[in-house]
């Protein structure tokens, strides 16, 4: 719902396309919140990395931070992003960001023995 395909096959477009400010960003930011909300409720998280190509759209991780809190709808007693809630965390821009994130954890284990 929120990935570079999913945007070009609703919109007929790529978001390289689009631009900045067109609306597709705000749904793909709502999307985004519903989802990161969610789990924030039923698993804590410390923390939740966005990552990939929709993540480059400029303001996007303060649009999904704003519809974060909206969805919230005042249930919780500070906004997200904020010390004690899920925080919310740009992640760099990989061109595999699994494998990466695969590498790393392989390191951990291997320092842990």
């Known amino acids: 719902m929120a990935s570079g395909p999913a945007v070009e096959e609703r919109w007929g ?3 390289e396309q689009l631009g900045p400010d067109h609306p597709a960003w705000d749904l793909e930011a709502w999307y985004l919140a519903q989802g990161i909300v969610s789990m924030a409720m039923i698993l804590s998280p410390q923390a939740v990395i966005l990552g990939g190509g929709v993540m480059a759209v400029p303001g996007m991780i303060d649009r999904v ?17 904020a ?20 590498c790393l954890l392989a390191i951990k284990a291997l320092k842990a023995q």
Do not use: F, V
Request: charged share 10%; net charge positive; glycine share 18%.
């Open 13 to 15: 477009m790529s978001g």
């Open 65 to 81: 931070r704003a519809y974060a809190n909206e969805h919230c709808a005042g249930y919780l007693a500070r906004p997200a992003g």
């Open 83 to 102: 010390q004690g809630w899920t925080e919310l965390i740009k992640g760099p821009l990989l061109p595999n960001p699994g494998l990466a994130g695969a």
